[in-house]
Structures are given as structure tokens and as C-alpha cells.
């Protein structure tokens, strides 16, 4: 079973600057697509960035600009560089992997932006 571990995440002043890393457990591991999810307190779970295999990827408006979702395949770890970081971008991120039969998640990152 391949696992996802996020890392990354803290707490950051308004404007300021972010990575965030997922690495899959497994070298084998082929996705179709990749993604960073967010959940921010007492929201509903919405997707901030995507990147398929082919290295195509969609952002979610309120993000796009000043995030920028990355692979790198031969280390298995996808990245999220989040710039002009705003209070409004508080949340867990969540790593999500699409295999074709099932998705994978990895535990989540707390992203804290002060103002």
C-alpha cells in the first residue's frame, strides 16, 4: 500500500512564501494525476491544484498567480509553492493521489497565515 506524507506546512506571515512535499512511499508508483486539496475550519474540502501525468495542470482561481503545483518523478514527490500567501489560504492541505481504481491521501498539513 503506497502511503503519502505531506511536510511543509507552519505558520507564516501574510505575503509570505510556502512549499509543501509529498512523497510517495513507493518507487513504483505511477498516478494518473496528483493533487493538493485544503480544508479550511468549518469549510468543505476544495481542491487548490492538480497536475496529471502528463504534467497538464488546473488551479483553483483563488490560487491561481500565486501558487504552483510541481512532480518530481524520479523522487516521487509533488510540490505545492505557495506565494503572496493570505489569511484566507488557512487550512489543512491534503496530498491526493489518483491511481484509476482508487485515491490515496496522506494525513495533511497545517498552513497557518497571520495577518
Known amino acids: 500500500q503506497v502511503r503519502l506524507v505531506e511536510s511543509g506546512g507552519g505558520l507564516v506571515q501574510a505575503g509570505g512564501p510556502l512549499r509543501l512535499s509529498c512523497a510517495a512511499s513507493?518507487?513504483?508508483?505511477?498516478?494518473?494525476?496528483m493533487g493538493w486539496y485544503r480544508r479550511a475550519p468549518g469549510k468543505q474540502r476544495e481542491l487548490v491544484a492538480s497536475?496529471?501525468?502528463?504534467?497538464?495542470?488546473n488551479y483553483a482561481d483563488s490560487v491561481k498567480g500565486r501558487f504552483t503545483i510541481s512532480r518530481d518523478n524520479a523522487k516521487n514527490t509533488l510540490y505545492l509553492q505557495m506565494n503572496s500567501l493570505r489569511p484566507e489560504d488557512t487550512a489543512v492541505y491534503y496530498c491526493?493521489?489518483?491511481?484509476?481504481?482508487?485515491?490515496?491521501w496522506g494525513q495533511g498539513t497545517q498552513v497557518t497565515v497571520s495577518s
Open positions: 491526493n493521489a489518483d491511481l484509476g481504481w482508487t485515491n490515496i
Open positions: 513507493s518507487s513504483a508508483f505511477r498516478p494518473n494525476a
Open positions: 497536475i496529471t501525468s502528463g504534467g497538464s495542470t
